[in-house]
């Protein structure tokens, strides 16, 4: 069992033994943090630190830098199985293409439209006025919102409708989302929620003009989702290119310490930069 | 079967961890997506969730049996991170929360994130053999054997000397650097 007492010697000491002692100290504390102490040993640890607050201290401080670790190898991981979910997508691909091969008038036929479809597609990307770098920055920045209102709100009236909404919502559904938006638009008091929504899912469409005239049509008064409004709408802005509107939204956000506001920051810093 | 899902974890086999991942990805997706409503998105989200926990579980050995299949651990993971979500959406004190904009833990989140980062910065700037072994060993997941063996180390013994020496310095230099700041 270790001595507690010597824990925290200074480094800089030349005596083996107090070395040795510091070493399992720390093996004490990591133990700590990874719960493997045995019960004898978390009794101690304990009460040394509610007698020691100095022992106390470096506990919690070595508390946050495991943190901090755990964090980055949770990451890594993370980053690990997004690779193998990238790569489940790709073999997929190869895999119909294989069966494709079998009918030769089938995959000239399907190439055929593939171009003209490539084609249209292309001069249309070149004819509209957004721009590759644009476009990157939307798709990094742009995250759907989540579903903040189902299980309803008591002041939304027609709660059986924002549910149906939210659903078709939550499923990803967004045409269907759209329409139960604009029925409950004829007859809801509480628009700014709705339309935000139907913004959000406008969007996921790739409907920017239509949902950037839901944003404006909401009352920024009310004080209801306006920050998230004006962050969204801030993306909108950029998608259509509209960078000085994009910029004046997004210093508001900054401005208004939300939790978009780090993210407005780094946009803002980004759009400058460019 | 299920120690050999152990010992592979354990041992960082990747391409065991990619087999499993895989093996248990559709059913996992379409279970998810049918029983509870959740869109494609959120479902890869889930179960890179489910797998991040059922690795560092068997890794911090929190986990050291496996006594009916990992299908159905990796399942029971599922169910419960589900069950955990619906009741933060459900609570209503969460709910108005979100919906007034109040982002209080939000807050401290973002704070423990940017700290997060300030420390991982403080390790990229440490000297060797410091930010390999923390980095081996921490982030990469090594033994203390397999970091000797990398790093020429005479044994496992020496290498977690050294790491305590490496964890203490990394510790005194964050918060020297957070007095600053």
Known sequence: MVDLKWCFVPLNSLLVKKLVRNNDCMDLIERYFNNSLSDKELVLFEEKLASDSLFAK????FGVVFDALKKARVKKLKAQFI????EYNSSGKRFNFRNLKRRKATVSFVLWIALIGFSVQTSLYFSTSSSSKNVGLFAS??????NVLSPVKRTINDENFVLDAMKYYDAENYVS?????????????SRNEILFYKALALMTEGDYLTAKIQFELMNIESGVFVNQRNWYLALVFLKLEKHNKAKMLLKEVVADSSSFSIKASSLLNELSAS | MSNCVITSILNND???IEGYYHSHRSHFMSWAQLNY???????QDLYQEVMIILVTKIQNKTITTITTSLKTLIFGIGKQLIRNRLKLIYNKGVREELFYHEHKEGFNKIETDIRSVLIMSILD???EPCRSILKLFYIDNLSLKEIAVTLNYKSAECVKVQKHRCLKQLKEDVFRKLKIK
């Open chain 1, 58 to 61: 470096e506990v919690q401080q």
């Open chain 1, 141 to 146: 920045y742009f995250e759907v919102y989540p």
């Open chain 2, 37 to 43: 409503n959740i869109s494609l998105t959120d479902c």
């Open chain 1, 177 to 189: 989302a759209i329409e139960a938006f604009d029925k409950l638009l004829l007859k809801s008091d």
């Open chain 1, 83 to 86: 690779s193998y979910e990238k």
């Open chain 2, 125 to 127: 700037d440490m000297k």
């Open chain 2, 14 to 16: 990747n391409k065991a």
